[in-house]
């Protein structure tokens, strides 16, 4: 008596059942890869924006607190002028690096805003004229970009008493701002906090300017 055979195998149906499954397998995986793959950008992008905030608030932090009220005998016109002079989005001052960096000494710092280039830019240069050997060690750098808008904001004190105003210019005068308050905008309107610095120096000039009235 011949043996009989049986085979087993997949139906049509089963294959194409098969393929189907696997293709929304396929399409799930690429779908969350996908988010992770924005998620993961997004995140990186914030980390740097964070940071970038946080080296520009650090920079403000450092360098305005120990602004110091001098005055430039050094100018080109022969007219003695106070070293910070501030409008609604430049401002001059004189201050120091830490003792750990390459420039040593007090220093003028020249902060701008180029609208055109949205961009806000730093000159940094010595307060005192180099010697005839050497060269005046001037350097530009920038600060941010994609800067939609920057202003600037000065807080003055007649008296010690006094509640005192905000002004957007700082020009032609001989004393020191109680604060200063800067205001940036990205492009992309991501949120920027305003920042308030105290000039520490400014106090005691003005109470210097008091008791010896």
């Given at each position: 008596?011949p043996?009989s055979?049986?085979?087993?195998?997949?139906?049509?149906?089963?294959?194409m059942?098969a393929?189907?499954l696997?293709s929304?397998?396929?399409t799930?995986?690429?779908?969350?890869?996908?988010?992770?793959?924005e998620?993961?950008?997004?995140?990186?992008?914030?980390?740097?924006?964070?940071?970038e905030k946080?080296v520009?608030y650090?920079?403000f932090?450092?360098?305005?607190?120990?602004?110091q009220p001098?005055?430039?005998?050094?100018?080109?016109e022969?007219v003695?002028?106070f070293?910070?002079?501030?409008?609604?989005?430049?401002?001059?001052?004189?201050?120091v690096?830490?003792?750990?960096?390459?420039?040593?000494?007090?220093q003028?710092?020249e902060?701008?805003f180029d609208?055109?280039a949205h961009?806000?830019?730093?000159?940094?240069?010595p307060?005192?004229?180099?010697?005839?050997?050497?060269e005046?060690?001037?350097?530009?750098?920038v600060?941010?970009?994609?800067?939609?808008?920057?202003k600037?904001?000065?807080?003055?004190?007649?008296?010690?008493?006094?509640?005192g105003t905000?002004?957007?210019?700082?020009?032609?005068?001989?004393?020191?701002p109680?604060?200063?308050?800067?205001?940036?905008?990205?492009k992309?309107?991501?949120?920027?906090?305003?920042?308030?610095?105290?000039l520490?120096l400014?106090t005691?000039?003005?109470?210097?300017k008091?008791?010896?009235?």
């Amino acid at each position: 008596m011949p043996k009989s055979y049986k085979f087993s195998g997949f139906t049509l149906i089963e294959v194409m059942l098969a393929m189907t499954l696997l293709s929304i397998m396929v399409t799930l995986l690429f779908a969350s890869l996908k988010i992770c793959a924005e998620s993961w950008n997004k995140g990186e992008a914030k980390i740097a924006e964070v940071n970038e905030k946080a080296v520009v608030y650090q920079f403000f932090k450092r360098h305005l607190p120990s602004v110091q009220p001098l005055w430039d005998d050094f100018s080109e016109e022969g007219v003695n002028q106070f070293s910070f002079q501030g409008g609604a989005d430049t401002v001059q001052f004189v201050s120091v690096f830490p003792a750990s960096s390459g420039r040593k000494g007090l220093q003028i710092f020249e902060i701008s805003f180029d609208q055109a280039a949205h961009m806000i830019n730093i000159i940094v240069k010595p307060f005192y004229p180099a010697l005839e050997e050497q060269e005046w060690q001037q350097e530009q750098v920038v600060l941010l970009e994609n800067v939609e808008a920057f202003k600037i904001s000065y807080f003055a004190k007649q008296t010690e008493n006094s509640e005192g105003t905000w002004g957007g210019s700082w020009r032609e005068k001989e004393m020191l701002p109680a604060l200063i308050k800067i205001n940036i905008e990205l492009k992309g309107q991501s949120f920027w906090p305003d920042m308030v610095f105290a000039l520490k120096l400014a106090t005691l000039e003005l109470d210097f300017k008091l008791d010896t009235k």
